[in-house]
């Protein structure tokens, strides 16, 4: 029997079902919004095109994996305010990085996409 030597390559491997949950678009443009406590409504104005349904899932996700903090606030109106965890905080350098390695080569990104999407003659 073979095992696999490196198991994060397994379809088990628990490590799968958290980078899919971490690393979505979405996901990383909330840790990013949440810079600063926010409310809900504040974070959903802040992310042009994102449903209300979507944000929602995505913060039940982040609470859910202790990425972010979900605090009913009491008073004249209720509402709700989303913040980042240490855990959230530590993934702001990965995170930073990323996207500045993408702004850095959007544009040969884009050159490679349109040259791929070409028709070939």
Request: proline share 7%; with cysteine; net charge positive.
């Amino acid at each position: 029997m073979v095992t696999d030597p490196d198991p994060v390559y397994r379809p088990d491997c628990p490590s799968r079902a958290i980078l899919d949950q971490i690393a979505d678009k979405w996901s990383m443009m909330i840790l990013a919004v949440l810079r600063e406590p926010r409310r809900f409504n504040a974070i959903k104005r802040r992310l042009d095109g994102i449903t209300q349904r979507v944000l929602t899932q995505t913060l039940r996700k982040l609470e859910r994996n202790g990425l972010v903090t979900r605090t009913v606030i009491t008073g004249r109106v209720l509402g709700v305010e989303y913040a980042r965890t240490p855990l959230g905080e530590s993934l702001q350098r990965p995170f930073s990085e990323l996207y500045d390695w993408t702004v850095a080569n959007m544009e040969e990104i884009q050159l490679h996409q349109h040259r791929y999407d070409a028709p070939q003659t």
